[in-house]
């Protein structure tokens, strides 16, 4: 369950899974020529991530931005990969690797600004999203593994932030004073809620790890894994839906904007970005009950 190193070689599924999609729409984007397009954020009809392909040996992975139209290569100068994670209008976050490691940046359209934390025994900073003035993500410490943190770009603050009892933290989602992510403990991968004062865990009945990587008021997406599989979900804290795309080895789900999921789904020609959106009324009642009401039409 374990997402850091989000450049090229970044989440190549192989596994075997099932497809349960159901009642929604699923959109293939893919950026032409390319075998890999990871979709890690969306804002509104915009999409950002990575593209890049696996046999290219000179070249890395190239950070875009995509509005339903053109694609948009963003890419830090003098870097050898570039993950665009996060949007909030027209700010952008991530990551990017050059000769002395990994970095986080926010880039404005205009100009890129490196937010690494300086802190001792640091060997990478991911930035994983943003909303207003604040960015969270995770940074490695060599010996201590993992941290969650919150970044105020206008105090130029660091909070650290880790779930009680946990040995790694990452957080990789923000909406108002709510994040998510997913820590590690003795008995395995757990996803999280914490509103600022308290931790809630949550895990996927019968899986045996959960990720929750995006939310948007009460709805969470992830991904969880049954032991040889990953699969993507929908949570809106009360009901688990699995949404898998049709075919696929394996799917995760990264953000969630409205009725509107984005991620990746890997088969045999790669791994590829897609949109899920969700019927209006957007409701998970009638996600829940999409099959059924398909062998009624019947």
Known sequence: MKRLITICAAVVLVFFGAGYAIAGTWTTIDKLGENLTHIYGIDGSNLIGNYGNYYNTSGGCHGFLYNGTNWTTIDKPGSIDTSIMGIDGSNLVGLYRDDSGNHGFLYNGASWTTIDIDKPGATGTYIEDIEGNTLVGVYSVIGSGNHGFLYNTISQSWT?????????????????????????????????????????????????????????????????????????????????????????????????????????????????????????????????????LLRKKH
């Open 160 to 292: 650290t932030l880790d779930k009680p009892g946990a040995t790694n933290t990452q957080i990789y989602g923000i909406d108002v004073s709510n994040l998510v992510g997913n820590y590690r403990d003795g008995s395995g991968d757990h996803g999280f809620l914490y509103n600022g004062t308290d931790w809630t865990s949550f895990d996927k009945p019968g899986a045996v790890g959960t990720l929750i990587s995006g939310i948007d008021g009460s709805n969470m997406v992830g991904w969880y894994s049954d032991g040889s599989s990953l699969h993507g979900f929908l949570y809106d804290g009360t009901s688990w839906i699995t949404l898998d795309k049709p075919g696929a080895t394996g799917t995760q789900i990264y953000k969630i904007d409205g009725s509107n999921l984005v991620g990746t789904y890997s088969d045999a020609s790669g791994d590829h970005g897609f949109v899920y959106t969700i019927p209006e009324p957007a409701t998970l009642l009638l996600v829940g009950l999409g099959a059924v």
